[in-house]
């Protein structure tokens, strides 16, 4: 058993959700923030059988998308230190990150 941590874009996240679900795999969304754009993102979270992990990974990464943004570089401290404050920079978001776990173990109660 793997639990599979996939970070996605909130604009992603429903279409993800829903090809997961239409293809047997139950999820748990979690809003979360990412620390670097301070913006929303979602934390989905599933557990699947150690052969099923190339599937969620194929499904999570044909529904995220990758996105350009522009932020000032005013909002972070770490960009603060290389370039001066107020300087626009571009960062590109995603598609998908993700992380895939071993499961000592796992019952439902
Ligand atoms: P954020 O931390 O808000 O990062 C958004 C995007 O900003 C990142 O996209 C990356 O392109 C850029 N970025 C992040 N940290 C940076 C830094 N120190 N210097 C310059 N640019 C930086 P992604 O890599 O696609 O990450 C999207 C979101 O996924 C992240 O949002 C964070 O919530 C999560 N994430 C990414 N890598 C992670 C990791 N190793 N551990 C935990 N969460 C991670």
Redesign the pocket.
Known sequence: MKLVFA?VHDEDETEVMRSLNEDGFSVTKLS?T??????G?STLVVGVPKESVDHVMDIIKAKSRSRKKLINSSITP??NSAIAPGYPIE????GA?IFVVDVEKYEKA
């Open positions: 970070i979360s990412g620390g670097f754009l301070r913006a993102n770490a960009v960062v590109t978001v995603g990150t």
